[in-house]
């Protein structure tokens, strides 16, 4: 009876709304040891530890810790959506256009308009992705200084309700060189 107990209990805490922990560690040691301490704390419920050494490109000093990635680090995905937007935009006005002019007229329910759509929403993912992959996550800027100093931002992903005991635990680990933390609710 307690194993189904356990089981449910598993089951829930998976389907439960995830969060973020970001933690600022003095060096990489500390990362692994963060890490190391973490992986054995069963009740935690940690879905995913990866660690940013530096916001231009993924470092990758760490053996046991994974790098975080671009999406991650930068505001790539909301330069995505960004990008697609203007572009379906662009296209929709163009077309409109288009269909006002008298040579024009077929041209806003036709093929050539769903291929041009496409066209000009490729254009502008490409042209955002080149300013957004620039640009740190927002989430981040509060940490820029910390790593631009040589530390490691090591980010935590688990069930909301488990950040502030991952936070305790997490300084517990370190024995007080943890330098900066903060929780996050993960935006879906």
């Not at 890490?35 to 054995?40: G, P, R």
């Not at 930068?74 to 203007?86: F, P, S, V």
């Not at 041009?116 to 640009?135: A, D, K, Q, Y």
Request: glycine share 6%; net charge positive.
């Amino acid at each position: 009876m307690s194993t189904q107990k356990n089981t449910e209990y598993i089951n829930q805490s998976d389907k439960a709304p995830t969060g973020e922990l970001m933690v600022v560690v003095p060096n990489d040691n500390a990362a692994e040891e963060l890490k190391a301490f973490l992986d054995n704390e069963d009740k935690a419920k940690i879905h995913d530890i990866s660690a940013v050494h530096s916001l231009e490109k993924a470092k990758g000093y760490t053996e046991n810790l994974d790098e975080a990635s671009v999406f991650e680090r930068t505001n790539l995905k909301m330069a995505i959506c960004r990008g697609a937007l203007i572009g379906f935009c662009m296209a929709v006005l163009t077309s409109i256009f288009l269909s006002l002019q008298h040579e024009f007229s077929h041209v806003f329910f036709s093929s050539e308009t769903l291929l041009m759509v496409f066209l000009f929403m490729v254009f502008g993912v490409w042209v955002s992705t080149l300013i957004g992959i620039s640009e740190p996550n927002k989430k981040l800027k509060r940490f820029v200084g910390h790593i631009d100093r040589g530390n490691v931002l090591v980010i935590i992903k688990a069930p909301r309700r488990m950040l502030s005991y991952i936070r305790s635990l997490s300084s517990y680990a370190l024995g007080g060189r943890l330098i900066a933390s903060r929780a996050t609710p993960k935006s879906q």
